[in-house]
C-alpha cells in the first residue's frame, strides 16, 4: 500500500477534497488554544493596534517577513504611543529581547488542516515568532496551503534559510499531573490576522 | 544516582517499591488514558491503521538500507554547513559533545528533553566538566533538580504529584509557591528564561533527521527545543542512527503519527526543521551546528531477527496501553526506556546480563502491537527474547525445571491424564482446606485471587453419558 494522494482519508493532518480551507485553519488554530479573525487590508493595522492593547502589550517588535507593510504598521503604533523597534535590529541584544511584550510577524505559509503557520529563519528569525507572551501574525489567505503533505512538497521552495518552523496555537505543557498549561517557553496568547489581500501593497 | 539500578535490583524489587506508591497507580493509568483518548479522538473518522501501515513501510525500507541512508543524511548535513560527527558508542558520544563544548569555551549548556541523551549519561558527565547544564522542558527540569529520572517517554514526571513538583520548585525559589500548576509553571518559565539567555550550547535530540534535505526536525510543545536552538551560540543535535527518514514527503506521514500517538495531538505547538547555522542576513540563530549520529548498538541490531525495534520513533504510546507499565511506572525498568520497548531495547542495548529479565515484565497482551505508530511486533521480539534467554541458559533452573516437567508430562496423552487427576485433585484437596498459600511460588500466585475448586472428575475423562 502506497496510495499517498489519499491520505487525507488516513492522516487528520491534510484536508478533504472540497473542504474549506480557511474555515478548516480557523477551527483547529481555536481549537489549538489560539485565536483569527478575517480583515480587508484596510483593516489589518486597526486590528494589529486592537490585539496589542487587549494584551496589555507596550514594547512590540515587528519582523522582515511583514515586507513593505513593516513601516506602516510601525508608524501607526508609534503613533498609538507604543515602543516598537524591530525584531531584526534587536535579536542579538539579549535584555531587550527578553523585554518584548508581543511580536508582529508574517509568515511564509499557513496550514490549513492543522492551524499552524510557518515562519522561516530568513523572516521572523528562529525565535521572532516565540520569544514574547504575545504573537500577533498576519497571514495573507493566498498563503494558505491545504495540509502537512502540500506544505513538505512547498518547503524546498519557501526559502525559509536555516530554519522552517511550525507553530500551532500557544505554548503549552500537560506535564504537571496532566493539566494544560499555556504559555510556557513561547506566547501565552497567539492571534492569527488573515488578511484578504497581499502586504506589500 | 551512585549505582545502577539494573544490576543491583531485580525488576521485581524495583516493582514493589513502586507499587506501594498509590499516586503513581493512580496517575499513570489516568494520564495514559488521556493520552489514549486524545490518539483516538484525533483519527477519528480517519484510517489510523492505513497511516501506520505507511509508516511502517518507510522505516521498513529506510533500515532496509540504513547504510545508503545515512549517507544521503550525511551528505546533505555537510553541504548545508553543520558539522557531522559519528559515534560508535555512548563513551564516544560523550567524548565529540563535551570536546565541542571544550573548544568553544562553553560555560553553560541548556538541553531540550532527549532520551538519546539520557541514554549516553550526558548530563554527568558535562557537569563533572564543569559545566552548568539546565534541562529546559518543564518535567525533565523537575526531573534534574530532584537526581531522579524520567519515568515515561514523554511525560517525564508522570509519577510526581503537584505537591511534590510545588515542593522542589519552592527549594529552588526559597520561598513557598503556590500549589497551582499555573504558577509553578510560571515560576520555571522565568528561571528557564535566564538559563536561555545565558547559554552558550544548546544541546537536543532529534525526532527525525531528514536525508533528501539534511534537516534536524524537533518536535516540542512548549517551545523549549526552539529556545534551545535559537539563542545559544552552539547547537548539539545528538541522533539515533535509526532516526533517519528519507524524505519531507516521509515527513509529511511520520508526522501526525508522532503527535498523534504520543500525545493525542493534531500536531504539536512547535515542529522546528533544522538546516544549518544561521545563515547570512538572518537575525538570530546558533554560529555553528553539530549532529552527533548515535549508534551505540543499533547497527548491531541490523539484519537480525530484532531489526524491527529499529523503527521505533519513541512516541510512548505503547508504554500508555502497557497493563504492567501502567501499575509499575517507568522506573521499575531501571533504565532509560520503560513499558514494552524498554523490555525490549534494554537487553537489546545493554546485554541479556543487565536487562534480560525485562521482556519476562509483560503479559504479552499484544495490546502495545496494537497501538504502535509504524506497526513493530513488540510482543514477538518480547517473544523471542525470552526464547534466547532460555536458550542461553539464562533463565533461572527451577523456571527450566518446571518447563522441562511440564512438557514432558503434557506430551503423552497418557502422561497428561495422570497428571490433571492427580493435579487436580491435590488442588482440590488443599483449597478445601485453605492451604492454597502454602503452595510454594504457586501460592504467591493464589494469594489475591479465589481459585475455582476443580471438578471431582476432569472434563477428560468424562464420557457422552455425564455432559
Known sequence: MSDRTQLWRMAPTELAPHEDALTRFQTELERAGGSSVCVGPGELVGEITATLAAAGAHRIALTADLGDARPVIAQALEIARYDVVDYDAVADDRAAVRDLDATVTGCLAAVAATGSIVTGATGAGRAGALVAPTHVCVVETRRLVDGLASLMRLAPRLGAGSMMALQTGPSRTADIEKTLIVGVHGPKRVHVVLLDGVLDD | ?467
Request: glycine share 10%; proline share 5%.
Open chain 2, 1 to 467: 544516582m551512585s549505582e545502577d539500578p539494573l544490576t543491583s535490583s531485580t525488576f521485581a524489587e524495583r516493582a514493589r517499591v513502586q507499587l506501594a506508591k498509590p499516586f503513581l497507580r493512580e496517575a499513570v493509568p489516568r494520564a495514559t488514558d488521556i493520552a489514549v483518548r486524545d490518539l483516538r479522538e484525533r483519527f477519528a473518522g480517519h484510517d489510523y491503521d492505513g497511516l501506520r501501515e505507511l509508516g511502517r513501510e518507510i522505516r521498513a525500507r529506510t533500515m532496509a538500507d540504513l547504510e545508503d541512508a545515512l549517507a544521503t543524511l550525511t551528505d546533505a548535513l555537510v553541504a548545508n554547513g553543520i558539522h557531522v560527527h559519528h559515534a560508535a558508542d555512548a563513551a564516544a558520544a560523550r567524548e565529540h559533545i563535551r570536546r565541542i563544548c571544550r573548544e568553544s569555551d562553553a560555560a553553560r549548556v541548556v538541553k531540550v528533553k532527549s532520551m538519546a541523551t539520557e541514554e549516553i549519561a550526558l548530563n554527568p558527565a558535562l557537569v563533572a566538566d564543569g559545566l552548568e547544564v539546565t534541562e529546559t522542558d518543564l518535567g525533565e527540569y523537575v526531573v534534574q533538580l530532584d537526581g531522579d529520572r524520567p519515568s515515561h517517554i514523554i511525560a517525564p514526571i508522570i509519577h510526581k504529584t503537584r505537591a511534590e513538583v510545588r515542593e522542589t520548585l519552592s527549594r529552588v525559589a526559597g520561598r513557598e509557591l503556590p500549589d497551582d500548576a499555573s504558577e509553578l509553571t510560571d515560576f520555571a518559565r522565568e528561571r528557564l528564561r535566564d538559563a536561555f539567555m545565558d547559554a552558550d550550547v544548546g544541546i537536543s535530540g532529534a525526532n527525525f533527521g531528514v536525508a533528501e534535505t539534511g534537516t534536524i526536525v524537533l518536535v516540542t510543545n512548549e517551545g523549549n527545543g526552539r529556545m534551545c536552538t535559537s539563542m545559544p551560540r552552539i547547537h548539539i543535535a545528538l541522533m539515533g542512527i535509526e532516526r533517519v527518514i528519507p524524505t519531507l514527503e516521509d515527513l509529511s506521514v511520520m508526522l501526525p503519527l508522532i503527535t498523534g500517538a504520543g500525545t493525542g495531538q493534531l500536531i504539536t505547538s512547535y515542529v522546528s526543521m533544522l538546516s544549518g547555522p544561521r545563515g547570512e542576513g538572518e537575525p538570530d540563530g546558533p554560529e555553528a551546528m553539530h549532529v552527533v549520529l548515535l549508534d551505540n548498538g543499533r547497527r548491531a541490531l541490523l539484519g537480525t531477527e530484532y531489526q524491527e525495534v529499529l523503527h521505533c520513533i519513541r512516541c510512548g504510546a505503547c508504554q500508555n496501553v502497557c497493563p504492567v507499565y501502567r501499575q509499575v511506572g517507568g522506573h521499575a525498568y531501571g533504565w532509560v526506556y520503560g513499558g514494552p520497548i524498554g523490555a525490549v531495547l534494554t537487553p537489546l542495548f545493554l546485554g541479556t546480563e543487565a536487562g534480560g529479565e525485562l521482556p519476562q515484565a509483560s503479559s504479552l497482551c499484544g495490546a502495545c502491537d496494537d497501538i504502535c505508530p509504524v506497526k513493530i511486533p513488540l510482543h514477538d521480539l518480547l517473544l523471542q527474547l525470552r526464547r534466547t534467554r532460555v536458550d542461553d541458559g539464562a533463565a533461572p533452573w527451577r523456571e527450566r525445571l518446571a518447563a522441562e516437567l511440564w512438557a514432558w508430562a503434557w506430551s503423552s496423552p497418557r502422561r497428561y491424564r495422570v497428571v490433571t487427576r492427580v493435579g487436580g485433585e491435590v488442588v482440590r484437596v488443599m483449597a478445601a482446606a485453605g492451604l492454597m498459600s502454602s503452595l510454594g511460588p504457586l501460592g504467591r500466585w493464589a494469594r489475591g485471587r479465589t481459585l475455582p475448586t476443580p471438578a471431582r472428575r476432569p472434563f477428560h475423562s468424562r464420557g457422552e453419558r455425564d455432559v
